[in-house]
């Protein structure tokens, strides 16, 4: 609902009032408003939202029920649903890197790739991790997403050969560094 309603219920309230007067100008609804006439003209074309300050106090002076006057205050207070998702995005790459910094078998399964005995088989991995399958998938898909590990055409998987990761210092750093670039490739997609 935002200010769009909101804008909407002003510009219908002034129309009405200018079809009883046809004299009846913006600076008089201005003064009904009890703000001025330049701050309510940006806000009728859409350049301006209602201050959060005078909402309740513009609803009012346009004789709205309290009912409707709370449903315009708690939509001017709700944030954007680009909001929602951006937060919702910085969850989820946060999850990731806790998920990298917290649980060794991220760098265990890392590891398993790089060893020469290694088979593609998440029960063979889980085995040698002392986790269940689900777990081992759950980490699986995270070290693909973080480009961490490559899998090819034929099934194989492998440790990505980009960077040299020897200790699990440096897989972990590595990781943080994708979460990082993930996390700001999906921000600068956010509309502004």
Known sequence: MKQTELRNRLAQEWSQRKARNSRYSLRAFALLLGTDHSTLSQVLKGQRTVPASQLLTWC???GMDEEE???????????EPSAFAQA???????????????????????????????????RWIAERLGATVDEVNIVLTRLLRLGLIEMSHDGKWRASKERPLDTEKTFKNTALRQVRTKAAEYNTKLPN
């Open 60 to 62: 009012k002076k346009l």
């Open 69 to 79: 006057a709370t449903a315009y205050v708690i939509a001017a207070a709700a944030p």
């Open 88 to 122: 919702e995005h910085l969850r989820h790459w946060s999850a990731e890197a806790l998920s990298i910094l917290e649980d060794s078998k991220h760098w265990k399964a890392f590891q398993l790739c790089n060893s020469k005995n290694f088979r593609s088989d998440t």
